[in-house]
């Protein structure tokens, strides 16, 4: 983040610091360049993204590039993305990150600053791009709770999006192959706000397991993994728009 500015100025200042940026890397990088020439992307429910208000895109990834597919189809306003620390020392991924103005997040211990950031974000009506398992991963694994945590301090949209069919997007550029990219967004749902000020850690638990099968349902059945059968799935917690 820029400078030695606090978090509440650092999210007023982002919303026009990477407006260029973003929308250099959304229309031209993302729809000129990969869409068009390296990938065969197909979208599903891009009309669940909401244009206002504070939401969160809940999404798995299989790869690091799975990132640029939310952030390029997703045209009625701006993601703001979480993005690991060492992604922004990657050569290519990390003048991504930077550019488009992503948070950086430590790994391996709860980084507060990042939470912090995130809530501001929310809190001023921001899109804001999540990955609950924080980490990559083939197909679906136990999700964390961080991302039910933010969703009902902030009161915020949840809308879960499944990415999948680059992972093998680098031998299939190797051969001159185009891999067809998919990415399927699913109907909105706020968390059922509690009556107690902490919530129990079991709560917080069965929420984020509501919200991944509501994940789940959205990819093919080999990579639902941990979230395999939807049988288990449940709605207690869940409170769904329109």
Known sequence: MAGEMSVAEWVEWQKTAFTGRRRFLRDVFFQRFLARYLWKVTV???????????????????TMVDITLPLGVIKN??????????NF????????????????????EVDRRALETTL?????GELVLIMPEGTRTPALR????????????????????AVWGLER???DA????????????????????????RVPRDVLAQMTREMMYQLARLY??????????LSLATTEYLIFEG
């Open 174 to 197: 190797l051969r001159l192959k185009r891999p067809e990219a998919h990415i399927r967004f699913g109907p909105p749902f706020r968390l059922r706000q509690q009556a107690e000020k």
């Open 220 to 229: 093919p059945e080999h990579k639902r993994g941990h979230y395999a059968d």
């Open 120 to 124: 501001e974000l929310l809190r001023a």
């Open 142 to 161: 136990e999700a964390k709770d961080g991302l039910a945590y933010l969703a009902l301090k902030a009161d915020a949209l949840i809308v879960p999006a």
């Open 77 to 86: 306003r701006f993601v703001v993305a979480m993005s690991k620390q060492e």
């Open 169 to 171: 997007y680098v031998q």
């Open 89 to 108: 020392q990657s050569p290519l991924l990390g003048l991504v990150v930077r550019s488009w103005g992503a948070i950086p997040v430590r790994r391996g």
């Open 44 to 62: 599903e429910g891009l009309d669940y993204v909401p244009a206002t208000g504070p939401a969160m895109i809940m999404m798995s990834h299989s």
